[in-house]
């Protein structure tokens, strides 16, 4: 890989639509400089999220590229959120034209 691509941690949140703002004043509060949402469908030990109703039964999922000591503070702040919501957090080493 060529010297010019910028390293970064990805972390992607996959949780129920009705803890976005929460998660959007979590990143705020954490000064992360930009994230990406989309709905999301599937399956998992939490049953189906199909999103056939807006606002209900659905999921979204969040992504950001962050430092890697943020993405550990990031982890540990999303944890209490395990405990009333469905949701998974995982994290991956990237690289590329990002800043």
């Known amino acids: 890989m060529s010297s010019s691509l910028t390293k970064g941690t ?17 990143l705020t509060e954490l000064k992360v400089s930009g994230y ?3 709905p999301a469908k599937g399956a998992g030990s939490h049953g ?3 999103g056939d109703i807006a606002g209900y039964n659905t999921n979204i999922e969040i992504k950001t590229i962050v430092a890697t000591a943020l993405s550990d503070q990031l ?6 959120f395990q405990e009333t919501h469905a949701l998974i957090v995982f994290r991956q080493t990237v690289e590329g ?3």
Do not use: N
Not at 10 to 19: H, N, P, Q, R, S
Not at 75 to 80: M, V
């Open 48 to 50: 189906r999220r199909m």
């Open 10 to 26: 990805l972390v992607t949140i996959i949780g129920e639509a009705v803890l976005q703002e929460r998660l959007i004043h979590l």
């Open 97 to 99: 034209l990002f800043d």
């Open 36 to 38: 990406t949402i989309v």
């Open 75 to 80: 982890l540990e702040d999303l944890k209490p």
